[in-house]
């Protein structure tokens, strides 16, 4: 059993929902990720999300796009990503890491070090669940069954336009979690619909028996409250990055721990 599995299913015995912060790796200061990450578990994260920064994002909007290219310039990548991992994990054994990103850096990564190294470097390093955004669920069932190998599961994005097929096709590779994209477009556009979040959530559970995530445009405690009344998760980033984005380093996790205690308060409520 995974860490995601085992978190998820003490959240759901306890009557609680999961708080799901991202962030990307390497932002806004190069060696502030783990420190970072062990501010947002004491803020009330339960699972973080870590961006592997990459040149060309087409599902990131223009605030985790400018953090991605700080990142990148910083010369931050995938093995860098997998040592802050394995940092974070010194200190925290228990709270799951997912890395978030494209298809690119992993392959690259696997093209450099030999067939199955991410699988095997990341499994080393403490991950614990996968997000590729542009890997389609029915090309990658022999990847999700090297990942679940060791111990790690392969989290699909479903959208507001995702159709039955494709919501079966998730459900048959996905473990985890899967994440419901709540807007049509990019991270950090537009508004959420939560009467549109409500309607779709019991479709994908029709398929999914996995726990369902839902992020893109949640901004705030009431949003994220809202939206935790029907999913099992709420995953948040932009505003995140946005808070952060200018801050001088010595304030930096204290400003993202803190705007997670306030979801964390009212997801609780």
Do not use: W
């Not at 060309?56 to 040592?83: E, F, H, M």
């Not at 802050?84 to 850096?105: C, D, H, I």
């Not at 699988?119 to 069932?141: I, K, S, T």
Request: net charge negative.
């Amino acid at each position: 059993m995974s860490r995601i599995e085992t978190t998820m299913g003490a959240l759901k015995a306890q009557g609680r929902k999961a708080l799901i912060p991202y962030v990307t790796a390497g932002f806004p200061y190069a060696q502030i990720t783990p420190d970072l990450m062990h501010g947002m578990v004491e803020g009330g994260a339960d699972i973080i999300e870590l961006g592997v920064p990459f040149s060309d994002p087409s599902a990131d909007g223009p605030v985790i796009q400018k953090a991605g290219d700080r990142a990148l310039a910083l010369g931050i990548g995938l093995t860098q990503v997998l040592a802050m991992v394995k940092s974070f994990r010194e200190r925290n054994q228990t709270t799951p890491v997912v890395l978030m990103g494209y298809a690119n850096p992993l392959e690259r990564y696997d093209q450099k070090h030999g067939a199955q190294a991410f699988v095997r470097d990341a499994a080393a390093a403490g991950v614990d669940g996968v997000l590729v955004v542009d890997y389609p669920p029915e090309e990658c069932e022999a990847f999700a069954a090297d990942l679940r190998a060791h111990d790690m599961d392969l989290i699909f994005l479903l959208a507001p336009t995702s159709t039955e097929e494709r919501m079966a096709q998730v459900a048959r590779v996905a473990s985890g979690y899967v994440y419901y994209v709540s807007l049509k477009g990019v991270t950090g556009a537009g508004t959420l619909d939560v009467g549109q979040v409500e309607a779709m959530l019991p479709r994908i559970r029709a398929h999914v028996s996995v726990p369902v995530g839902v992020g893109f445009g949640i901004r705030d405690a009431e949003t994220a409250r809202a939206v935790g009344k029907s999913a099992d998760a709420v995953v948040i980033g932009s505003k995140i990055i946005q808070l952060i984005e200018d801050e001088p380093h010595e304030r930096v996790i204290g400003v993202a721990a803190h705007f997670l205690r306030t979801i964390r308060k009212a997801l609780d409520a």
